[in-house]
Nanobody, 124 residues
Framework: QVQLVESGGGAVQAGGSLRLSCAAS????????MGWFRQAPGKEREFVGG????????FYEHSVTGRFTISRDNARNTVYLQMNNLKPEDTAVYYC?????????????????WGQGTQVTVSS
């Protein structure tokens, strides 16, 4: 059974940084793509970025490109979302997701497994 557990959320001021972690367990994730999504109150869940585990290839939503960086630690089976220069509009619950495929996946409906989410609040 795949389990994803996010951590690292919190409250920061605009311009600050946070690093979210997604600890993955239950199987080997070499054949998986891992995605980060976020959902603000009253809004739909939106794609933030992703990483193809075996290659380390990363892809991002336009509004976070240059500010957010995704990486993975094979030894810890953990994916990270480093968020710099945070803005109030980045405030949301952030989710980690996984799908058993080696390809770029940007749509939430295509991911099979989800974590419980972690809250990020950015004040101006």
């Amino acid at each position: 059974q795949v389990q994803l557990v996010e951590s690292g959320g919190g409250a920061v001021q605009a311009g600050g940084s946070l690093r979210l972690s997604c600890a993955a367990s239950g199987r080997t994730f070499n054949n998986y793509v891992m995605g980060w999504f976020r959902q603000a109150p009253g809004k739909e869940r939106e794609f933030v970025g992703g990483i193809i585990w075996i290659t380390g290839y990363t892809f991002y939503e336009h509004s976070v490109t240059g500010r957010f960086t995704i990486s993975r630690d094979n030894a810890r089976n953990t994916v990270y979302l480093q968020m710099n220069n945070l803005k109030p509009e980045d405030t949301a619950v952030y989710y980690c997701a996984a799908r058993n495929t080696i390809s770029v996946v940007r749509t939430s409906a295509e991911y099979n497994y989800w974590g419980q989410g972690t809250q990020v609040t950015v004040s101006s």
